[in-house]
């Protein structure tokens, strides 16, 4: 395997374990306005993720900087020619970060209801706009003999992308979903499987429309297998979210983002960026990659922190793994 094949690959592992962690954390955001009843439920549900969240978002900084770093050509094209919704995503992670941490400084119902309303609209718009960009990078984006970005915003938004970004808000609603039945007791919990349910049922069948889209106009024989374990594991989740078995339902719900995640890397390789104005135009991982040198000392750094930070941040997740409800958030003063 090429050095550059190997980055690709591993660079795909980060932008899908972030989806796989910060999916539930967009999950539980939105659901703050769709599952939670009061302020109480609404702050149980942040603090399942309290502990984590900022944790996850480094999967994104990672991803985004080994992307610069291993195919610079590819980062250029990506957060240049996809300027406005990235910068959209990112503003959203700022305001959903201060929220997390101003919401309860002050007790007004006012301060608290504002912090809310952009916890649930900082992680909604995210959550879509992730699924738009990927959905237009594995499909293909007008990209001229230079390497630029030739298009404009209008044709980010095609049907398919559009899909794409709707199938990934729906996914990771009822990813968090699953995890705050599993993170949580009493009625609330109840509800999140009920909740579960539906947006599970929902996501199956954009599921059934978006992969079977992307495998006809851009799938091959490496995708077929990821798209096949996406549904299964997808469906498999919803019974076992039947039968409250959580732990498991959650596993299976990450499957299926981590399969559908998958399926896309896999469906555009060994482009890293198709263009749609001329194949020939395409950035590939051999013309779009760093210098060998650069590779191997990425790979060097790579593999001595990579298994630090993962150790790390499952200890985080064990000391964290309690479950919580309405009778452990105090009264407010």
């Given at each position: 395997?090429?050095?550059?094949?190997?980055?690709?690959?591993?660079?795909?592992?980060?932008?899908?374990g972030y989806f796989f962690l910060e999916g539930f954390d967009f999950g539980i955001g939105v659901l703050t306005k769709t599952l939670a009843k009061d302020r109480t439920e609404r702050r149980v549900l942040i603090n399942t993720i309290g502990p984590v969240w900022d944790g996850n978002e480094v999967w994104l900084i990672t991803a985004a900087g080994a992307t610069f770093a291993a195919f610079p050509d590819w980062y250029a094209t990506l957060f240049s020619g996809f300027y406005l919704p990235l910068l959209a995503v990112l503003l959203c992670l700022i305001v959903r970060g201060v929220a997390f941490e101003y919401r309860h400084k002050r007790n007004e119902e006012r301060w608290q209801r504002s912090w809310e309303n952009a916890i649930f609209w900082c992680s909604?718009?995210?959550?879509?706009?992730?699924?738009?960009?990927?959905?237009?990078?594995?499909?293909?984006?007008p990209i001229g003999p230079d390497k630029n970005f030739t298009g404009g915003v209008l044709d980010l938004l095609s049907p398919y992308a559009l899909l794409g970004g709707?199938?990934?808000?729906?996914?990771?609603?009822?990813?968090?979903?699953?995890?705050?039945?599993?993170?949580?007791?009493?009625d609330i919990r109840h509800r999140a499987r009920a909740h579960a349910a539906r947006y599970g049922l929902a996501a199956a069948a954009l599921a059934a429309a978006f992969l079977a889209w992307t495998q006809a106009e851009s799938g091959n024989g490496r995708s077929l297998?990821?798209?096949?374990?996406?549904?299964?594991?997808?469906?498999?989740?919803?019974?076992?979210?039947?039968?409250?078995?959580?732990?498991?339902?959650?596993?299976?719900?990450?499957?299926?983002?981590?399969?559908?995640?998958?399926?896309?890397f896999l469906a555009l390789f060994p482009d890293v960026m198709p263009s749609s104005s001329d194949p020939a135009w395409s950035l590939t991982v051999s013309d779009a990659s760093s210098s060998p040198y650069t590779l191997r000392i990425m790979t060097w750094v790579a593999g001595f922190m990579t298994p630090v930070i993962v150790g790390y941040q499952a200890w985080t997740y064990w000391v964290f793994r309690k479950r919580i409800g309405t009778q452990h958030i105090p009264a407010a003063h």
């Open positions: 395997m090429h050095l550059h094949d190997f980055w690709f690959l591993l660079i795909a592992v980060l932008w899908t909604l718009l995210p959550a879509f706009l992730w699924g738009v960009a990927f959905a237009n990078m594995v499909r293909g984006v709707l199938f990934t808000l729906v996914l990771f609603t009822f990813h968090g979903a699953v995890f705050a039945a599993l993170k949580t007791v009493g297998p990821a798209a096949v374990v996406a549904v299964v594991a997808l469906l498999a989740a919803l019974a076992l979210n039947r039968t409250g078995r959580e732990g498991w339902a959650f596993a299976l719900s990450g499957v299926t983002v981590v399969a559908v995640f998958a399926m896309v």
